[in-house]
């Protein structure tokens, strides 16, 4: 009899089990839908004729197929210096901001540094007060950095939220033992930061990489301040084609007839610029999930 009752519990669980499972995928379907259309949206729209966009004729396919809208925004000549631009400045910030970070967050995970505490409400404090765009322009101008590349990551290496999620993957997924025993066989911390932190720290790297290339690559404002025309980077380069065609379009509306067609063209142009800006981002994201998930939750605060 008890034999027959564990069996029934079973089935009841298994069958439980099925149906929880069948919900959650459907709610992460409904999630991955919800987040995924409006960028798919704007993929077929970029491919679209303006006008049954917005008559709401495009929905799965592209309505009115056309590549004008690219056409126009690869017709200006910066954006190849742009995408030149926007590879260096990420190339150089990603590997600049990752080894600070490291060198930051280690320290600080070292129970026995003096004043730990101390600096990490220094680092903290900063998250929330700064010095305004005023004060940090007048520094980047007397360091010498302005209208180079340096001030692209130079005076903002250090993400705060970044150093304090390498600081935890530090403290929590490597074992304290591990270091101790270096120590005892006279590791210094250094040999122990680049032997033994860094090749078992990569799950945590490659989230930090991705953040830093992220971060650099849909950096536009910086370069809007503190560089010249020729050394801006592609979100840069996208907003002033933007702004040029949106300026002909207004132009144009003193002319009959001339306006629909430039106006056509501009709208045409806010997607596909879109889409020429996230490319890049998009395609290298899928080869370091895997890294990106383990990374990112080994490194969240633990209760």
């Keep these: 009899m008890s034999a027959i009752m564990k069996n029934r519990q079973g089935k009841l669980g298994g069958l ?34 303006p006008y049954d ?47 600070l970070l490291y060198l930051v967050a280690y320290p600080l ?74 120590s005892i066989d006279g590791a210094s911390h250094f040999r122990i930061f680049f032997s033994m932190i860094i090749p078992l720290s990569k799950p945590i790297l490659s989230v930090m990489v991705i953040f830093s290339m992220v971060a650099y690559w849909n950096e536009w404002f910086t370069a809007l301040i503190y560089l010249r025309g020729d050394q801006a980077p592609l979100p840069l380069v996208l907003r002033n084609v933007l702004i040029k065609s949106s300026t002909s379009a207004a132009q144009a509306s003193m002319i009959s007839g001339g306006y629909a067609e430039l106006n056509k063209i501009t709208e045409m142009i806010k997607f596909s610029s879109i889409i020429v800006a996230a490319a890049p981002m998009l395609v290298a994201y899928p080869f370091v999930q895997k890294y990106f998930e383990q990374g990112f939750m080994s490194g969240a605060v633990k209760g």
Excluded: H
Excluded at 23 to 46: E, H, M, N
Excluded at 61 to 83: N, W
């Design 53 to 99: 966009v917005y008559a709401g004729k495009t929905f799965i396919l592209p309505s009115g197929f056309t590549f004008d809208g690219y056409k126009a925004v690869f017709a200006d000549s910066s954006i190849l210096s742009g995408y030149g631009n926007s590879i260096l400045y990420t190339v150089l910030g990603t590997i600049y901001s990752v080894a």
């Design 16 to 49: 439980s089990d099925r149906t929880s499972d069948i919900i959650l995928v459907i709610i992460s379907l409904l999630i991955l839908i919800i987040v995924a259309y409006p960028l798919y949206y704007v993929l077929v729209a970029s491919f679209s004729n």
């Design 109 to 182: 995970s070292v129970s026995s540094l003096p004043g730990r505490k101390l600096i990490s409400i220094f680092f903290v404090i900063t998250m929330y007060f700064g010095g305004g765009l005023i004060p940090t322009y007048l520094i980047v101008k007397n360091t010498g950095l302005l209208q180079t590349i340096w001030a692209m990551f130079v005076p903002g290496g250090v993400a705060v939220g970044n150093a304090i999620i390498c600081r935890n993957y530090f403290e929590t997924s490597i074992p304290g033992s591990l270091k101790e025993a270096a």
